[in-house]
């Protein structure tokens, strides 16, 4: 199991920008795929963007594609998502996600063993 803490959520004017940290804890993270979920209220936890272990690739969802990046770090044990051209429907608690060797980046949330505890993002309009 690997403890994961996110950090850099706040409050942004629309078209304005964010970056998100995910940092790992208690094992190497080197071997770990990760996944950015959000949830705003009274919806259901999304998948946003990930990053395989093996080979860096990255996936997105539709709605994040072009302004979000997802990036990783081994040697610092940390994940980072870039969030750019912000707009008010990106408000959500933005939560980090991991689990150890998975090679297709999975877009559900049951594909995922270890979990931050969220970090909230507001983008007002």
């Known amino acids: 199991q690997v403890q994961l803490v996110e950090s850099g959520g706040g409050l942004v004017q629309a078209g304005g920008s964010l970056r998100l940290s995910c940092l790992a804890s208690?094992?190497?993270?080197?071997?770990?795929?990760v996944g950015w979920f959000r949830q705003a209220p009274g919806k259901e936890r999304e998948f946003v963007a990930g990053?395989?272990?093996?080979?860096?690739?990255?996936t997105y969802a539709d709605s994040v594609k072009d302004r979000f990046t997802i990036s990783r770090d081994n040697a610092k044990n940390a994940v980072a998502l870039q969030m750019n051209s912000l707009k008010p429907e990106d408000t959500a608690v933005y939560y980090c996600?991991?689990?150890?060797?998975?090679?297709?980046?999975?877009?559900?949330?049951?594909?995922?063993?270890?979990w931050g505890q969220g970090t909230q993002v507001t983008v007002s309009s």
């Open positions: 990053i395989s272990w093996r080979d860096g690739s990255r």
């Open positions: 208690g094992r190497p993270f080197s071997n770990y795929a």
């Open positions: 996600a991991a689990r150890k060797w998975m090679i297709a980046i999975a877009r559900t949330r049951e594909s995922y063993d270890d």
